[in-house]
């Protein structure tokens, strides 16, 4: 039985160490206090960002860090 549970152990775990993780990579960031405060950079649209700044005190700006994934985008104006 104590085999049994090492095995389905291992099993389970063997995902999280054949693939590394990425960091997920959003255009969007909500600032909550300022440049000095949290910040939360996921967000798909502009859109989505104010919704969740709205009533806490944050506003939104395009996430520096951002890097589009490879191939054809179609052309969004961006709001600053």
Partial sequence: MKQLLIALGLLVTAPIFVAP????????C????????ARNCGFVSFEQC????RGNGGDCRMNTQYIPPAGPHPHVARKH
């Fill in 21 to 28: 993780a990425h960091a997920q990579n959003y255009p969007w």
């Fill in 30 to 37: 909500e600032y909550i206090g300022g440049t000095g405060g």
């Fill in 50 to 53: 104010l919704e969740s700044a």
